[in-house]
């Protein structure tokens, strides 16, 4: 029975979002409206369908809320991410609309059966306790659709994948919906916190499945088009559009073009903002700066596109050594610069000798070999706090590029950390 009553949910959500997916793709020729039609009409199951099943012991889930509300919440955010914000804001007026309808038009037959003494199967008191359940969830749908958005938007500034993103955000709006519609309807049930358990428990698994799903549609199955917005930022939904936007744009332009690191301008703003939050944390920060050794002579005789090939190269190894909360960025020509968050001077050797190391190994096994053969670099390091003051970056910069001009001095392919100005003692990358 539990086996066959799980079937059945699988069943269910497979039908809902294969449904919903085939509407959303057929936009291209028939619209959304068909999509807002069906999705009209789950709105109308979910107020009236009170049909539960049992999936173990004492573990029943409810299909509407579990199978077509989740499904909802995943057709609202696909329609937020590829056709904007104006589409989002309809979708969400419309749900909301529908089902305020549907819990208006129960409540009135409730009442009417109530008068004329009904003898139907569904009794007038049944109707109008699920026309109260139905005003509840309307209450709450509006904030589930904005706070889906607002949570996808937050999570996208620390998550950059696009399925966690998405899942995240489902999981967060369902424990939210789940907690707050069980209080409002069953506040004070003694099986209170038994339905707020297996509600969560079946809407998680529920959006994880439609996640994937959606994951795998708009990576696969989803033409990669712009979508277009209407101009219009008067409410929140164009706004967050309008931002989203800007900041993919912003992001486009503080890359540098040929290596994908961050440029020069967004060093000039990133310096600053963390030394004060150093000295606000009482962290440590290193700075390296990181210059192409005799990058000239590959320019003069090889070509200029096999010294672009060797900076991409370096920045290719920069980057697979740097943490997430690191800033790699060109400075300009051959030169780079690495903000390591939290290393002291130690550290921050330490992770310079492991990229010296990395690109030895690079042009070691590189098949076939770089024309160029091997490509070393000096490196120069300055430490807060005591090479730095917050209210000063350019002396920071001055301390790291003075190691690194020592460097230069000293025969290059070296790491001139803190402390070693004055020391010549130095080991060739590879050479450990």
Request: charge should be negative.
């Amino acid at each position: 029975m539990y086996t066959q009553q799980i079937g059945m949910f699988a069943l269910e959500a497979v039908v809902m979002i294969s449904i919903t997916l085939g509407l959303f793709r057929a936009r291209t020729i028939l619209g959304l409206t068909p999509l807002y039609i069906v999705l009209g009409g789950f709105q109308f199951l979910e107020a009236t369908l009170n049909l539960k099943g049992d999936v173990a012991p004492d573990f029943a889930l409810y299909p509407a809320s579990v199978v077509m509300f989740t499904a909802t919440l995943a057709t609202v955010i696909l329609v937020y991410l590829k056709d904007d914000a104006f589409e989002a804001r309809k979708l969400l007026y419309g749900l909301v609309l529908a089902n305020a309808a549907v819990s208006l038009v129960s409540l009135m037959i409730g009442w009417h059966m109530t008068l004329a003494r009904s003898a139907s199967t569904m009794n007038s008191s049944q109707m109008i306790d699920s026309a109260r359940v139905s005003m509840a969830g309307t209450s709450l749908l509006f904030l589930d659709v904005l706070g889906l958005i607002l949570t996808y938007e937050f999570v996208s500034r620390f998550v950059g994948a696009l399925f966690p993103r998405l899942l995240l955000s489902l999981i967060a709006i369902v424990v939210f919906d789940q907690t707050l519609f069980t209080l409002i309807v069953q506040g004070g049930h003694p099986r209170m916190m038994h339905s707020l358990y297996t509600g969560m428990v079946g809407k998680t698994i529920a959006v994880t499945f439609y996640a994937i799903v959606c994951w795998l549609y708009l990576k696969y199955g989803e033409p990669h088009t712009a979508t277009v917005g209407t101009g219009d930022v008067a409410d929140v939904f164009q706004t967050l559009t309008y931002r989203q936007k800007y900041e993919q744009a912003r992001q486009r332009m503080v890359r540098d073009g040929l290596t994908g690191l961050y440029n020069r301008g967004y060093f000039d703003e990133a310096l600053p903002q963390a030394l004060g939050h150093a000295r606000r944390h009482h962290e440590s920060l290193s700075l390296l700066i990181v210059d192409t050794d005799n990058f000239k002579s590959i320019n003069d005789h090889l070509s200029h596109m096999e010294g672009d090939a060797a900076l991409r190269l370096i920045a290719d190894v920069i980057q697979s050594q740097v943490r997430p909360s690191d800033t790699p960025c060109r400075y300009g020509g051959d030169e780079f610069v690495v903000l390591l968050s939290g290393a002291d001077a130690s550290a921050a050797a330490g992770f310079a000798e492991r990229f010296r190391a990395s690109l030895f190994e690079r042009c070691r096994t590189a098949s076939p070999p770089f024309p160029w053969g091997y490509v070393t670099t000096t490196i120069g390091i300055a430490s807060y706090p005591a090479d730095g003051d917050p209210e000063s970056p350019g002396d920071f910069i001055r301390v790291a590029d003075r190691r690194l001009y020592f460097g230069k001095q000293a025969g290059r392919d070296i790491v001139i950390a803190p402390g070693q100005d004055h020391d010549s003692s130095w080991e060739p990358a590879g050479t450990a």
